[in-house]
């Protein structure tokens, strides 16, 4: 029988945000039992420090780089109408190589990936889509940034009330209901614990800050440790469905983030946060279970990355790719059923800061406005000694991996936008 798949993907989770990855708080007892029943990983990472861009990566197996599209950071309200800044309709997606396989596909949550008419979930493979098409939204009035109502079911717009959280499960826990029969794949995208910084017992906030979303005055550690517990009761119920449906043991159930924490984030042991090629921008929670094929309580050192979820959910269906479209992703099949992990070399690039790294073994390349570092994340995950003079041959090989690396991809093109959410000041802090 062919395998189902769960994507679920958090939005700015820190990595220390959930129990099982070391939070200081009760937040996610669904995730840590999930992470007991399964494989989690303690370097996975995202494709990108910012949310578009990794989603371009997920959902294609591709580096982001390679897309137009995911050269915005992030894809914002100018994309509109933009027919060049969105996925392709005709880049295939795992969501359309297994939907093109017979799979039932649906998504529930954030798409982020381009607006329609040009771009849109059911355009590139998904069957079944509810949620908001661009990046953050108010929980009560699903208004964006601009104060443009966005929530849609299929390609219509959806007014509805409710708290987004617990409506994105609801809908991914009927989808569930109606398809739990298989083969299916489900995305259940959350906006949580993305701003505005809202529980469900927030709606007076709501009212108070009327669309300014990026909630610069308001927030707190306790309301951010709120909004994951509700993503976790969600995921609860997604996880029960999965288990009255009968449809628990041959589902594989990935969640993980779109980057590093933000604002109210616990990122630790590592410096840095959304926006930064620090590894608390990118090194983010990963968990896996299948109880099928995958061993209960094991833990691995296997860097992972977002865009390896794609060649992992066809290699498991046994759907090839597309010859077209070779996907820059690894499958981690063989890890999670026990193999030992492999050796590879992973790259990112940011046009904001002009950021660069590449990581190969426990060793890390970072350069930063031409500033350029060495860091041994063995002995020092939080990178603060620099050992770019110390091992200057290594450098040069690291460097040299990395330039290598980009001279495969596009170059970042010079209308790319980096569009600021906030004032310098408001996003004034140190670097380290």
């Not at 699903?142 to 509805?160: S, W």
């Not at 060649?311 to 063989?334: C, I, K, N, W």
Request: hydrophobic share 35%; proline share 6%.
């Amino acid at each position: 029988m062919k395998p189902s798949f769960v994507f679920i993907l958090a939005d700015d989770l820190g990595y220390a945000d959930l129990g099982c990855s070391g939070a200081r708080a009760d937040t996610s007892p669904n995730l840590d039992r999930l992470a007991a029943q399964g494989m989690r990983f303690t370097d996975g990472y995202a494709n990108s420090a910012l949310c578009s861009p990794t989603r371009f990566a997920l959902i294609t197996g591709r580096y982001q780089y390679r897309l137009r599209g995911a050269a915005e950071e992030p894809l914002t309200g100018r994309a509109r109408g933009n027919s060049a800044l969105g996925l392709p309709p005709d880049h295939p997606t795992f969501a359309s190589l297994l939907r093109d396989a017979g799979y039932a596909t649906g998504l529930s949550g954030k798409w982020h990936l381009g607006y329609p008419p040009h771009f849109g979930p059911l355009k590139s493979g998904y069957q079944e889509f509810f949620g908001p098409l661009g990046g953050g939204v108010d929980y009560f009035t699903h208004c964006d940034l601009a104060g443009r109502h966005d929530l849609h079911e299929g390609d219509a717009e959806a007014r509805q009330s409710g708290y987004l959280t617990d409506l994105i499960t609801d809908r991914a826990v009927d989808f569930l209901r109606r398809r739990a029969a298989g083969p299916f794949v489900l995305s259940v995208h959350y906006t949580a614990p993305h701003w505005p910084w809202e529980t469900r017992d927030d709606e007076a906030e709501s009212r108070r800050i009327r669309g300014a979303i990026h909630h610069i005055d308001g927030g707190s550690i306790e309301t951010y440790r709120g909004m994951i517990r509700q993503m976790d009761e969600g995921i609860g119920r997604l996880l029960d469905a999965l288990r009255r449906a009968g449809a628990k043991d041959n589902t594989l159930v990935v969640f993980t983030s779109d980057n590093g924490g933000e604002r109210f984030s616990d990122n630790w042991p590592f410096a840095g946060q959304k926006n930064d090629l620090l590894e608390g921008g990118i090194r983010v929670p990963l968990i896996a279970r299948w109880p099928a094929r995958v061993a209960a309580r094991r833990v691995t050192g296997q860097a992972a990355i977002s865009m390896d979820w794609a060649p992992t959910f066809l290699e498991a269906a046994g759907v090839a790719q597309h010859p077209d479209f070779p996907m820059d992703g690894r499958s981690l099949l063989p890890v999670l059923e026990g193999a030992q992990p492999f050796g590879r070399e992973l790259y990112w690039r940011m046009k904001f800061r002009d950021q660069r790294a590449a990581r190969s073994g426990c060793w890390k390349y970072l350069s930063v406005e031409g500033n350029e570092f060495l860091f041994d994340l063995a002995r020092d995950q939080r990178e603060r000694a620099n050992l770019a003079r110390r091992e200057a041959g290594r450098l040069q090989t690291l460097r040299s991996l990395y330039e290598s690396w980009e001279r495969t991809m596009p170059g970042i093109p010079p209308d790319a936008s980096t569009e600021k959410l906030y004032t310098e000041r408001e996003m004034a802090r140190p670097w380290f």
